[in-house]
């Protein structure tokens, strides 16, 4: 009985490295996917962020290229596009608002009661992406 325990209990001793080794190996590879991760993740950054230096430097090259070869109309109109599309968005969207506003307080509505139906959802949504058109890009692209 003691030889067939202590032959039982050799076995089991000598397959305890084997099981220890399987455990070492496998923490190595885990460690080593994650460093082969990280690493992508940064080559993947840079990669990134070399599409944006060069998209950058084609469009001030596109915007020179424009200004050099045509009239200074068509420069000054295509720097203004942008800006005079959204004041006259704005303008349109104030005075739309104004209207509404002033023919709610001549009917004799309660303005603080109705202000969720003159100012919507619609409302916060469309603003909210011209500021963030304008405004929201390099700041996002700081972070």
């Not at 295509?78 to 104004?98: D, E, G, H, M, N």
């Amino acid at each position: 009985m003691i030889a067939l325990l202590g032959s039982a209990l050799g076995f089991a001793s000598s397959t305890i490295p084997s099981v220890l080794g399987f455990f070492e190996k496998r923490q190595a590879h885990k460690q080593q996917l994650a460093l082969l991760e990280a690493q992508s993740k940064h080559k993947m950054n840079i990669a990134n962020a070399q599409a944006d230096i060069a998209q950058a430097e084609n469009i001030y090259k596109h915007d020179q290229t424009l200004a050099q070869g045509s009239a200074k109309w068509v420069t000054t109109f295509s720097a203004t596009c942008r800006p005079v599309i959204t004041y006259l968005f704005l303008f349109s969207y104030l005075t739309a608002k104004t209207i509404t506003i002033w023919q709610a307080y001549t009917s004799g509505v309660e303005l603080h009661e109705n202000l969720h139906i003159i100012y919507s959802d619609f409302d916060e949504g469309m603003v909210s992406c011209i500021i963030a058109f304008w405004f929201g890009q390099r700041a996002m692209a700081k972070r």
